[in-house]
């Protein structure tokens, strides 16, 4: 599986949209994007995934460029609630493939 | 979302005994399961891919005899950690699989964790 690259850590205030990026240079034509965010001593919650297309729900939205050598998470309106450890992913679809291998994710804290 | 549930979320144990962990999927049903482990300040590790079934398909470096994984149903799989030891301790996560579902891809939804003491 391609591997992503992340911030460690970013700091955004309450209120404001966080924009959180991801390098996935390696990624193959049949790779998904996956955000995953773990809050402290849970297990982690999905957030969104896409493949080439922005997606947008009820969390965040995501943005893939035309290349999809890079994506970026955005919550549009942080809240205390959003501060967690934030994983980007990349792992292709499908039975076998849905493997999902974690680096260190960005550490997200959303201050007052 | 789907939700995925583990029980128990606590257990302390003694060294030497066994312990098992449950995993189930409420609203859908998983072919596929996965355990994680997690160490203070470190990221999720996989352990192992359960299919049900079958024989789960371990990770490198991760003994089969001491994690013993059955996923005997759609909605069920279950972890024993057998002659646990205080380096056995760490939060241990499972998740399932929800299938693809008319345009909607397959995703993975993650239980809340279970954190294991052994002393």
């Known amino acids: 599986d391609a591997k992503t690259t992340q911030p460690p850590s970013m700091d955004c205030a309450e209120g404001r949209a966080a924009n959180l990026p991801c390098n996935h240079s390696?990624?193959?034509?049949?790779?998904?994007v996956y955000w995953y965010r773990q809050i402290h001593s849970q297990g982690p919650q999905y957030i969104i995934h896409?493949?080439?297309n922005n997606e947008t729900n009820e969390m965040a939205s995501l943005i893939i460029t035309e290349d999809r050598k890079s994506s970026t998470l955005i919550l549009p309106h942080a809240t205390l609630r959003d501060t967690a450890v934030y994983y980007c992913?990349?792992?292709?679809?499908?039975?076998?493939?849905?493997?999902?291998?974690f680096g260190g994710g960005t550490r997200v804290l959303v201050k007052p | 979302g789907a939700v995925v549930s583990q029980h128990p979320s606590r257990v302390i144990c003694k060294s030497g005994t066994s312990v098992k962990i449950e995993c189930r999927s409420l609203?859908?049903?998983?072919?596929?399961m996965f355990w994680y482990r997690q160490f203070p300040k470190q990221s999720l590790m996989l352990m192992a891919t359960?299919?049900?079934?079958?024989?789960?398909?371990?990770e490198q470096g991760v003994e089969k005899d001491k994690f013993l994984i059955n996923h005997a149903s759609l909605t069920l799989s279950t972890l024993t950690v057998t002659s646990a030891h205080p380096e056995d301790s760490s939060f241990y996560i499972c998740?399932?699989?929800?299938?693809?579902?008319?345009?909607?891809?397959?995703?993975?939804?993650f239980g809340p964790g279970t954190r294991l003491t052994v002393l």
């Open positions: 998740s399932a699989r929800d299938p693809p579902r008319g345009h909607r891809t397959d995703t993975q939804y």
């Open positions: 390696t990624i193959s034509g049949n790779e998904y």
């Open positions: 896409g493949l080439k």
């Open positions: 992913i990349v792992s292709p679809r499908g039975a076998a493939g849905n493997k999902l291998t």
């Open positions: 609203d859908f049903q998983a072919t596929t």
């Open positions: 359960s299919n049900e079934g079958s024989k789960a398909t371990y």
